[in-house]
């Protein structure tokens, strides 16, 4: 990879440490934040406007410095922006706080006893005044026969003290804790049947509330042709995204098997739709002025998908690198794979810095990475002349890729790994992109009553199929080995170790190999250091 031939990747690098830095570190003085916002940006000026004054050979390195420094402070900018707790108008802020209004900002989920959900603090009432605010609170609102009349856009007001969210309990609740802090909530709070009162309607973003309304109807679709149970569960999971109705003995089948990433739409799905897509329209390809038109119908398609299935930060992930890819062959631009992923990086990242945390993003773009880097590497280690065995090869090797880039923040997120993932990705993806074009073909000839019958019992089928292969591998000797729990620094250690690995693949120089092992041994002398 020739860091020359993506720029977009260079400036991504600073512009993520700025976010980091911003995390972990936090404000610091504004005065200086100005100073070192203003100098970058005003010699950049200086060069564009009087280049032959400013741009001279001795200097040619000031123009990338004052980039990344820009990049750098743009996203520890936009971080501290995004924040919405340091803003003077979060509800927190309220003193004497006794009512509190606010909009469903989720689908409420069913657990034993409530209905969770998150709600945007819209206004808050003081002994005094009436003050309006901006901040999130996920809400358990006690299971009732109000309460489960409670749908995204709602307008509620309740009185129960928000408390905040504190860092303590096991390893999995930190992480919980830390995901929702991640996410702009620090506060929760549980709400009797008497603590609440429903204010309004249609109160949130129209655009979500209607796809959220046009996903209950497709999901209907599958009830309607006989897909029942946790079949209809784990379909409307891999289709649409709505993972609300799987039980934990199956989400545990998924974990265990190394396949639980399928039950939540990310990249094949959204690739599935490309191609499905791609090739419908493949008439489209002859003329300059019906590839632009191509390219915005495949756009427009990718995003309403992306939309019913949630906006979570995989699927955006894929359905911004496809739609780069679509642009790019609409005008005929030779297209860049590390450039694509850094721009729709930058562009998500832009959006919602605190992405950046979140673990489905990151594994999303790992995984990519792992594929882009060492598929290539891995699959031309055996010269395989069946094509049967070669396509099983194939598919092998993308495994590989994959898990060797995501292994460590899989052991440090879920403090397990899947010893026979390959025989999982062999199987249950490949089953389940099948149930993926069933599901979606079952949806378009819906009207069809008796082909969507025959379809939905074969597709329930399928899913039943995929779920008791998924118990199945679950269930086998030494399937997962499990409680395993590492550090961040033992994280970055073994990230550290595998791209030392990395290079001693590409570039055959002994030295990277010694270093990837030293930093292997210096992780294993840290932990028999702190056992001691």
């Known amino acids: 990879m020739n860091l020359n031939q993506a720029p977009i990747l260079k400036a991504l690098i600073p512009f ?26 005003v010699w950049l000026l200086l060069q564009i406007l009087w280049p ?52 469903v900002d989720q689908q409420p989920i069913e657990k034993k006893k409530s209905y969770q959900t998150v709600l945007q603090i819209t206004e808050v009432k003081s002994v005094r005044s009436w003050h309006n605010t901006i901040g999130q609170c996920i809400i358990y609102f006690k299971k009732d026969s109000a309460s489960v009349n409670l749908h995204y856009g709602d307008l509620v007001a309740f009185t129960s003290q928000p408390v905040d969210i504190k860092l303590n309990g096991d390893s999995i609740q930190r992480s919980y804790t830390q995901y929702l802090i991640h996410h702009n909530i620090y506060h929760r709070s549980y709400v009797k049947s008497n603590e609440w009162t429903m204010l309004g309607h249609h109160e949130g973003n129209s655009l979500i509330e209607k796809a959220l309304a046009i996903r209950s109807k ?78 915005i119908i495949l756009i427009f398609f990718l995003g309403s998908y992306a939309l019913l299935a949630g906006l979570s930060p995989p699927v955006l992930r894929s359905a911004a690198m496809l739609g780069l890819v679509v642009l790019g062959m609409a005008i005929d631009r030779q297209k860049n794979s590390w450039n694509i992923i850094a ?23 790992l995984s990519v ?30 495994s590989l890729a994959a898990e060797i880039t995501t ?59 995929l779920n008791t292969i998924a118990l199945w591998i679950e269930h086998l000797p030494y399937a997962v080995t499990g409680s395993v729990f590492i550090s961040v620094l033992d994280t970055c250690l073994i990230y550290i170790a595998i791209v030392l690995s990395v290079l001693f693949l590409f570039k055959k120089q002994p030295r990277f190999l010694i270093a990837s092992l030293s930093t292997l041994c210096a992780m294993l002398c840290i932990q028999i250091i702190q056992l001691i």
């Open 218 to 295: 497709l999901l209907e679709i599958f009830k309607k042709n006989g897909v029942e149970g946790q079949d209809y569960a784990v379909l409307s999971a891999l289709t649409l995204g709505d993972e609300s109705n799987i039980d934990k003995e199956t989400m545990n089948a998924f974990a265990a098997t190394g396949t639980i990433h399928i039950l939540s739409v990310s990249g094949m799905h959204v690739g599935i739709i490309f191609v499905v897509l791609d090739r419908l329209l493949f008439f489209m390809n002859r003329k300059r002025a019906t590839k632009i038109l191509k390219a």
């Open 52 to 103: 032959h004054k400013f741009v001279t050979w001795n200097n040619r390195w000031t123009t990338g410095i004052a980039i990344y420094t820009l990049a750098f402070i743009c996203g520890y900018a936009i971080t501290h922006v995004r924040s919405e707790i340091t803003d003077k108008r979060h509800f927190s802020k309220v003193d004497n706080a006794t009512l509190f209004i606010g909009v």
């Open 16 to 41: 993520i440490l700025g976010i980091l830095f911003n995390v972990y570190i936090g404000f610091v003085i504004p005065t200086f934040f100005l100073i070192a916002c203003t100098l970058p940006l």
């Open 407 to 465: 292994f460590p923040l899989m052991l440090y997120y879920f403090h397990r790994f899947p010893n026979y993932f390959i025989l999982s990705n062999l199987v249950i993806l490949h089953l389940s992109a099948a149930i993926i074009y069933g599901g979606l073909l079952l949806l378009l000839i819906s009207p069809w009553t008796a082909g969507a019958l025959l379809l939905g019992k074969l597709v329930a089928l399928l899913v039943h199929v």
């Open 343 to 365: 721009a729709s990086g930058l562009i998500l990242l832009c959006w919602n810095p605190m992405y950046i945390m979140d673990a489905g993003f990151q594994l999303s773009y």
């Open 369 to 398: 990475i792992g594929i882009i880097l060492l598929y290539e590497k891995i699959f031309n280690l055996f010269d395989i002349n069946n094509l049967l065995l070669r396509e099983i090869w194939s598919m092998v090797s993308v």
